[in-house]
């Protein structure tokens, strides 16, 4: 099993910057895949951005060239800069483990409001 605990969410304005982290319970090198994912009021829970163990990262097209996502495997930590953001951006920003042995793991979940 492995704990989640993402931080730094908050309002910010549109144009704005936001970091998220994601601190893991156990090392990134047991983590086949690290993810967030974030649910927008009334919707579904969908891939922001993820990396895998080798540093390979994928993007939703609507995060392209404003979200960055990153590690740090000696603290067992997860990034996301999130920059010249959107009110579409606005949502609950889960983080989510997935592990070598298959297992599923997802974190507490970190508001994101973008507005004016």
């Known amino acids: 099993q492995v704990q989640l605990v993402e931080s730094g969410g908050g309002l910010a304005q549109p144009g704005g910057s936001l970091r998220l982290s994601c601190a893991a319970s156990r090392s990134l090198y047991q983590i086949a895949t690290m993810g967030w994912y974030r649910q927008a009021p009334g919707g579904q829970r969908e891939l922001v951005a993820e990396i895998n163990v080798v540093n390979v990262t994928e993007y939703a097209d609507s995060v392209k060239g404003r979200f960055t996502i990153t590690k740090d495997n000696g603290k067992n930590t997860v990034y996301m800069e999130m920059n010249a953001l959107k009110p579409d951006d606005t949502g609950v920003y889960y983080c989510?483990?997935?592990?070598?042995?298959?297992?599923?793991?997802w974190g507490q979940g970190t508001q994101v409001t973008v507005s004016s």
């Open positions: 989510r483990s997935h592990m070598m042995d298959g297992y599923i793991y």
